[in-house]
């Protein structure tokens, strides 16, 4: 039987995939998800390296809002991201939602980091 980390895992390697084959060399946006937090890194794989990164756990975000785990705070953390990578001269991205749906917090996210001029 398959257990659901390895579901997930299995998603995730997929998702990453797809991103492989389509993703035209622009960095990668990914999302990781906890509990208490939400997270976003600007990765250039070719370059193996991260370009620009934001989360909830910042104070520049935490104490703006009321919560670190709500679509508001993942919004804003997109948003956040999105500012950090143009000022290091990324415009494009792909968006690697992991294993995740693309629905709740990682849809807020991604919403906040595209009003923020990140095109994917």
Do not use: C
Not at 24 to 41: E, K, T, W
Not at 74 to 103: P, T
Request: aromatic share 8%; glycine share 10%.
């Amino acid at each position: 039987m398959v257990t659901a980390s390895e579901r997930f895992t299995r998603r995730r390697r997929r998702t990453r995939y797809a991103l492989r084959q389509r993703g035209g060399g622009r960095p990668r946006l990914s999302v990781f998800r906890s509990n208490r937090y939400i997270y976003a890194q600007v990765i250039d794989d070719a370059a193996g390296r991260t370009v620009a990164a934001a989360s909830s756990l910042e104070p520049a975000v935490k104490t703006e809002l009321t919560s670190t785990a709500d679509k508001a705070a993942a919004k804003r953390v997109g948003a956040l991201l999105a500012e950090r990578a143009r000022s290091a001269g990324v415009d494009a991205v792909v968006f690697d939602r992991g294993g995740y749906m693309y629905h709740g917090r990682v849809r807020a996210l991604a919403e906040g980091a595209r009003e923020g001029g990140l095109e994917f």
